[in-house]
């Protein structure tokens, strides 16, 4: 299957600080990109869609000033927590879809991200 | 809107049992299923998907069909291992949307 690689693949940082998380898909085309939060034992949380060339469009809840997304190209999108907190700690996952195929969509493997 | 309603977890096996994890649906139209595995502190991996009714899809010995006139897509497998401890999600999208996720449910098989 298709590959999609996220890094890092964790990252411990101080508060204020800000992380950038890349997502790149490997051996296909992207036009969207899709960003999660996983809390500890629960389901994915869908934070906002990215395509390519155009901004992010957020879900409802997600500070988009805090949570910054930029998809610049077909196979990366980026995403940046700035001035980081200690509850910006969580699992990030990306996942992208092929522009050809557009039914499933490739996760990469996650970022740990802890804030102290 | 489009949903996704999995058994609770956690389920735990013995090695070689049967395994079944439920999965209902609602959603319009006619949405395309799926079965993702999250093994610990890793992503989502593609089990198996199904994209028309009575499909059925089918990986690593795990099977689910897309049952439409119960709007479900169970997950079945007929000897599980050690090896599939994991977390597993059901899913469904319609065209380019954002998946549509379950819960999880966390499957532990004791040897």
């Known amino acids: 299957g298709a590959v999609v690689s996220q890094h890092p693949s964790w990252v411990i940082c101080k508060s204020g600080t800000s992380v950038k998380i890349e997502c790149r898909s490997l051996?296909?085309?992207?036009?969207?990109m899709f960003w999660y939060r996983q809390f500890p034992k629960q389901s994915l949380m869908l934070m906002a869609t990215?395509?390519?060339?155009?901004?992010?469009?957020?879900e409802q809840g997600v500070e988009k000033d805090k949570f910054l997304i930029n998809h610049a190209s077909l196979t990366l999108s980026t995403l940046t927590v700035t001035s980081a907190h200690p509850e910006d700690s969580s699992f990030y996952i990306c996942?992208?879809?092929?522009?050809?195929?557009?039914?499933?969509?490739?996760f990469g493997q996650g970022t740990r991200l802890t804030v102290v | 809107g489009n949903s996704v309603t999995q058994m609770e977890g956690p389920v735990t096996l013995s090695e070689e049992a049967f395994l079944t994890i439920n999965c209902t649906y609602t959603?319009?139209?006619?949405?395309?299923l799926f079965w993702y595995v999250q093994y610990p502190g890793e992503g989502l991996q593609l089990l198996l998907k199904?994209?028309?009714?009575?499909d059925k899809g089918s990986n690593k010995g795990f099977e689910a069909t897309y049952r439409k006139e119960t709007t479900s897509f169970h997950l079945e497998k007929g000897s599980v291992q050690v090896s599939d401890s994991a977390v597993y999600f059901c899913?469904?999208?319609?065209?380019?949307?954002?998946?549509?996720f379950g819960k999880g449910t966390r499957l532990s098989v004791i040897a």
């Open positions: 959603a319009t139209g006619y949405p395309s």
């Open positions: 899913a469904l999208s319609r065209g380019n949307t954002p998946l549509v």
């Open positions: 990215s395509n390519e060339g155009s901004k992010a469009t957020y």
């Open positions: 199904a994209t028309k009714a009575d």
């Open positions: 996942s992208a879809r092929d522009r050809g195929t557009s039914i499933e969509a490739f």
């Open positions: 051996d296909f085309q992207a036009t969207t």
